[in-house]
């Protein structure tokens, strides 16, 4: 008898290797419980908003922040305490993770939900399940929890995530190219960036064009828009227009 319950119990357990027996249950886990010899008594449940799961006689049992084993231990002295069994053996394994996931949003390649586990709770290792960071997508990203917000680097490798966490890879500042370029459009702005790495990020000056013929437009303070001469060596600000003009023969 004991061998076959101990055979139950690797069997359930095998069923979910993404949350160890000694791991934590949540809100949204589906689970499977099994009371031996009691086919009517087993069920599988997801744990409800209140910490909950829904037993066959004895109602809901509060589960949350329990492991497996100590979610079993609870639901069998329920139906001990209950005097439906008197020595009842209770199996409680996961069948499906949903309290240890996180929301990836914003500038990546692929926007979703992804499950923490051992391997994969980094926030670098979220990012890459998620296709990675867009060319477009800063390299700060928001994490939010409970109202909260944190600024994080993603090249942060030691910060960990939690489930329920939302990350949000936002815009990064970009600047637009026009013209007499190989590849007009949007770009990001790097660190100190120049107009003419500005022009060699949009494949450089089509045979057409001219770089002594360079124009900027920028916002100014009062929201109105400036046009100005650009000088290779002009610093590019985000939200920067540079037009780049045909030569002239």
Same mark, same amino acid.
């Given at each position: 008898? $004991?061998?076959?319950?101990?055979?139950l119990v690797f069997l359930m357990?095998?069923?979910?290797?993404?949350?160890?027996?000694?791991?934590?249950?949540?809100?949204?886990?589906?689970?499977?419980?099994?009371?031996?010899?009691?086919?009517?008594?087993?069920? *599988? %449940?997801?744990?409800?908003?209140?910490?909950?799961?829904?037993?066959?006689?004895?109602?809901?049992?509060?589960?949350?922040?329990?492991?497996?084993?100590?979610?079993?231990?609870?639901?069998?002295?329920?139906?001990?305490? +209950? $005097?439906?069994?008197?020595?009842?053996?209770?199996?409680?394994?996961?069948?499906?993770?949903?309290s240890r996931q996180v929301s990836?949003?914003?500038?990546?390649?692929?926007?979703?939900?992804?499950?923490?586990?051992?391997?994969?709770?980094?926030?670098?290792?979220?990012?890459?399940? %998620?296709?990675?960071?867009?060319?477009?997508?800063?390299?700060?990203?928001?994490?939010?929890?409970?109202?909260?917000?944190?600024?994080?680097?993603?090249?942060? *490798?030691?910060?960990?995530?939690?489930?329920? =966490?939302?990350?949000?890879? =936002? !815009? %990064?500042?970009?600047?637009?190219?026009?013209?007499? /370029?190989?590849?007009?459009?949007?770009?990001?702005?790097?660190?100190?960036?120049?107009?003419?790495?500005?022009?060699?990020? +949009?494949?450089?000056?089509?045979?057409?064009?001219?770089? !002594? !013929?360079?124009?900027?437009?920028?916002?100014?303070?009062?929201?109105?828009? /400036?046009?100005?001469?650009? $000088?290779?060596?002009?610093?590019?600000?985000?939200?920067?227009?540079?037009?780049?003009?045909? %030569?002239?023969?």
């Open positions: 008898m $004991k061998r076959t319950l101990m055979m357990a095998g069923m979910a290797p993404a949350l160890a027996q000694t791991d934590k249950l949540g809100i949204g886990d589906t689970v499977r419980i099994a009371v031996h010899q009691q086919p009517d008594l087993s069920t *599988e %449940a997801r744990i409800s908003e209140r910490g909950t799961v829904a037993m066959p006689l004895v109602g809901e049992v509060k589960v949350t922040g329990l492991s497996q084993r100590e979610a079993a231990e609870a639901i069998a002295a329920r139906l001990k305490d +209950g $005097k439906y069994l008197k020595n009842p053996q209770v199996t409680v394994a996961i069948a499906a993770v949903r990836v949003l914003g500038e990546v390649a692929r926007p979703g939900r992804y499950a923490l586990d051992d391997t994969s709770s980094r926030l670098t290792d979220v990012i890459a399940a %998620a296709g990675g960071i867009t060319p477009t997508g800063a390299d700060t990203v928001t994490v939010m929890r409970q109202g909260k917000t944190q600024k994080v680097t993603v090249l942060r *490798e030691s910060f960990d995530l939690k489930g329920g =966490e939302t990350i949000h890879v =936002e !815009r %990064a500042p970009v600047f637009y190219i026009y013209g007499e /370029v190989t590849r007009s459009g949007a770009y990001r702005v790097e660190p100190n960036m120049t107009v003419m790495q500005a022009i060699a990020a +949009g494949g450089g000056i089509s045979p057409r064009g001219s770089d !002594r !013929r360079l124009k900027l437009r920028r916002v100014g303070a009062d929201g109105k828009v /400036v046009e100005s001469d650009a $000088k290779l060596r002009d610093i590019v600000m985000p939200n920067d227009v540079i037009y780049v003009k045909e %030569a002239l023969f």
